[in-house]
Nanobody, 117 residues
Framework: QVQLVESGGGLVQPGGSLRVSCVAS????????MSWYRQAPGKEREWVAR????????NYTDSVKGRFTISRDNAKNTVYLQMNSLKREDTAVYYC??????????WGKGTLVTISS
């Protein structure tokens, strides 16, 4: 049974930083590219970033390039998203999933990131 458990969200002031994490189980984590997605209030879920199975390459949506960094630890079945220079428009529930652009498995509960002063 695949499980995706996101954590690390919270309330951050504009310009601040936050790191969210996702622990995965139930599939061969080290053999899958992993992505982060987000869903802002009233909007559809969007893809944010992707990291290759070995962690050597990554891709980002234009709105977060230069501010967000995706990484992974295959020994811990964990994928991270380091978010810097946060903006109000980054407020969303953040999800991880295997794959690229489209999630492969059922979604976890996500972790809420709120950017507000």
């Amino acid at each position: 049974q695949v499980q995706l458990v996101e954590s690390g969200g919270g309330l951050v002031q504009p310009g601040g930083s936050l790191r969210v994490s996702c622990v995965a189980s139930g599939f061969s984590f080290s053999r899958r590219a992993m992505s982060w997605y987000r869903q802002a209030p009233g909007k559809e879920r969007e893809w944010v970033a992707r990291v290759s199975s070995d962690g050597d390459s990554s891709n980002y949506t234009d709105s977060v390039k230069g501010r967000f960094t995706i990484s992974r630890d295959n020994a811990k079945n964990t994928v991270y998203l380091q978010m810097n220079s946060l903006k109000r428009e980054d407020t969303a529930v953040y999800y991880c999933n295997a794959g690229f652009l489209v999630g492969i498995y059922d979604w976890g509960k996500g972790t809420l990131v709120t950017i507000s002063s």
